[in-house]
């Protein structure tokens, strides 16, 4: 049974749907100001895998990941370039789609806009002004942190040296300011604005959550997702509203990832050290060796990212795609299915579910890939392998993935009887250490537009 780690009870717990086979899961997504960075997208493929992992195990999974295009840094970005809200924030929106295709990230079920969804936000702000957790000063209106019982229980904040009546209007701020916090802020010059329930002004960004995510999702809801910076005072602040509202349960289950160090320091563009996907390719990596990077480490740990890990993590997809080109290209000479692998295949389904299982252990997921790579692989050298093996093989692996999303596409290209020729002759020069002889005939092919590659496993090909 899947146990997850609580961050409200501080343990692991077994899941249990609300409703099941239904599971509701929603993710705190990007403020579209500006690229998101590699930190976020840790954030993103951990709910990714926790999504991908329930649909493994059965669960009809709606996932929502809000989009936050109005808040105090939005508005000060578009401000800046003196254009139109929503055109600064589409710029960004396109590209955070962009990275997600790139990274391997699974379509979320929905991704509410913010500013698609003011009214609700103001109704819910609406409620808490009647329910007297809520009081208007100065056109803005702020929640009343003393007026509900359990404020703090998530983040485990100490409220005993608050100030009665100390008021933060600022959408973001820091753990030790444990203060009344602003609902709807009144309209202000060169700031957009709405009509509503509450007045003219526009959210803050605490309420959008709570808004969009009971909207879709109902409340309570069984998983909420995001990285522990989010802990206090926004996740707090989420369950403070939504609860203090309705007077149910906000959410069931809290899954938190920790921090992304860079070379063992917080990433901050004043270091320099600050790094979006875009970062990652013009230095010749590939997004998918950063979601492997994430995956090598437990979501609950601190990763240090280094550009060095994440030449190691290219190197072991590069293997990994030489493995699966050679069970989807190679001719086995074993004449039937192997009992063997039947057996270590059975094996790795049941090892990988078992760490997945265990807090969505994906370290040890990975580590029983390649232990089954291995024992493939040995059976592969001894002969004992055939082509139905293969197909065994692949479809293992393939609904693993399905899960981890950390293969590489591998396209066998079909040569000609001349070519295969080609590369035998080839095989044997360098055999022989007659290696002008061979660069020759990989000349020559690629000149027909097939690119030569010489790995562990012999020679591939693709088309150039």
């Not at 003393?146 to 933060?168: M, P």
């Not at 699966?324 to 001719?331: A, I, V």
Request: proline letters at 2%.
């Amino acid at each position: 049974m899947l146990k997850l780690y609580n961050t409200l009870t501080r343990k692991k717990e077994t899941f249990k749907p609300i409703k099941a086979p239904k599971v509701g899961v929603y993710t705190c997504g990007p403020t579209v100001y500006d690229f998101a960075h590699i930190g976020n997208f840790r954030a993103y493929t951990a709910a990714d895998v926790l999504v991908r992992y329930l649909r493994y195990k059965g669960y009809q999974t709606t996932w929502v990941m809000n989009l936050t295009d109005v808040d105090d840094k939005t508005i000060l970005g578009a401000n800046k370039e003196k254009i139109a809200l929503s055109s600064f924030t589409a710029r960004y929106k396109k590209a955070f789609f962009a990275d997600l295709e790139k990274i391997g990230i699974t379509h979320a079920s929905v991704y509410p806009e913010a500013t698609k969804h003011i009214l609700e936000m103001a109704e819910l702000t609406a409620k808490l002004l009647k329910a007297g957790i809520a009081y208007e000063k100065e056109g803005s209106i702020y929640y009343s942190i003393s007026k509900f019982k359990n404020y703090g229980k998530l983040a485990q904040v100490d409220l005993s040296g608050i100030k009665a009546g100390a008021r933060i209007s600022a959408d973001q701020y820091e753990k030790e300011d444990a203060q009344d916090f602003v609902l709807w802020k009144g309209k202000r010059e060169g700031e957009v604005a709405w009509k509503t329930e509450v007045g003219e002004g526009r959210p803050g960004w605490h309420i959008e959550c709570s808004a969009m995510s009971t909207k879709y999702l109902g409340q309570p809801f069984d998983i909420h997702t995001g990285g522990v910076d989010l802990v206090f005072p926004h996740h707090q602040n989420e369950i403070a509203q939504s609860e203090g509202a309705t007077g149910k349960k906000f959410v069931n289950f809290w899954v938190h990832n920790e921090h992304l160090l860079v070379e063992g320091e917080k990433m901050a563009k004043s270091r320099g050290n600050f790094f979006t996907l875009r970062d990652i390719e013009q230095k010749g990596y590939t997004p998918l060796a950063l979601r492997y990077l994430y995956l090598s480490s437990h979501h609950r740990d601190k990763l240090n990212f280094t550009w060095k890990s994440l030449e190691a993590a290219q190197n072991t997809l590069k293997n990994l795609e030489d493995f699966l080109f050679r069970l989807k290209d190679t001719e086995f000479s074993g004449k039937k299915a192997s009992k063997d692998i039947e057996k270590i295949t059975k094996k790795l389904t049941e090892n990988f579910e078992k760490a997945m299982d265990d807090d969505l252990s994906t370290p040890k997921a990975l580590a029983e890939v390649f232990e089954f790579i291995r024992k493939v692989n040995k059976n592969v050298e001894q002969g004992n392998f055939s082509n139905a093996d293969g197909k065994v093989v692949l479809a293992a692996l393939e609904k693993i993935d399905a899960v981890l999303g950390i293969l590489p596409k591998v396209e066998v290209v079909k040569l000609t009887s001349t070519q295969q020729k080609l590369i035998k002759e080839r095989e044997a020069f360098r055999a022989k250490k007659e290696f002008q002889k061979a660069d020759e005939i990989r000349k020559k092919l690629a000149k027909e537009g097939i690119l030569l590659e010489d790995t562990a496993y012999g020679s591939r090909w693709k088309k150039a």
